[in-house]
Nanobody
Framework: QAQLVESGGGLVQPGGSLRLSCGASGFTLGYYDIGWFRQAPGKEREGVSC????????YYADSVKGRFTISRDTAKNTVYLQMNNLKPEDTAVYYC?????????????????WGQGTQVTVSS
């Protein structure tokens, strides 16, 4: 059964960094576009970043552009989200899922195989 598992969340001070991991089981992650999403309390789920299966093209929401970097390690069957210069507004549960990167801005409605999420809290 295809499954994604997120890890790497935690509590960090503003300006700090975290690296999230999205591990896949039951399928080869490199064959699919993989997206990162986040959802803060009381807010809709937001597409954060995506990496395409073909050529590894990357996509970012304007709110994280220049601060977050998505990457893929095919040998480890894992996608990473490096988050730098974190801000309190980045606080949310972060999820990864597989689906078309050109639908990233739709909040994940076209994505599946969701992980359980990992909490990121940015606070002093």
């Amino acid at each position: 059964q295809a499954q994604l598992v997120e890890s790497g969340g935690g509590l960090v001070q503003p300006g700090g960094s975290l690296r999230l991991s999205c591990g896949a089981s039951g399928f080869t992650l490199g064959y699919y576009d993989i997206g990162w999403f986040r959802q803060a309390p009381g807010k809709e789920r937001e597409g954060v970043s995506c990496i395409s299966a073909t050529f590894g093209n990357t996509y970012y929401a304007d709110s994280v552009k220049g601060r977050f970097t998505i990457s893929r390690d095919t040998a480890k069957n894992t996608v990473y989200l490096q988050m730098n210069n974190l801000k309190p507004e980045d606080t949310a549960v972060y999820y990864c899922a597989r689906g078309p990167c050109n639908r990233l801005a739709r909040g994940g409605r076209n994505f599946g195989s969701w992980g359980q999420g990992t909490q990121v809290t940015v606070s002093s």
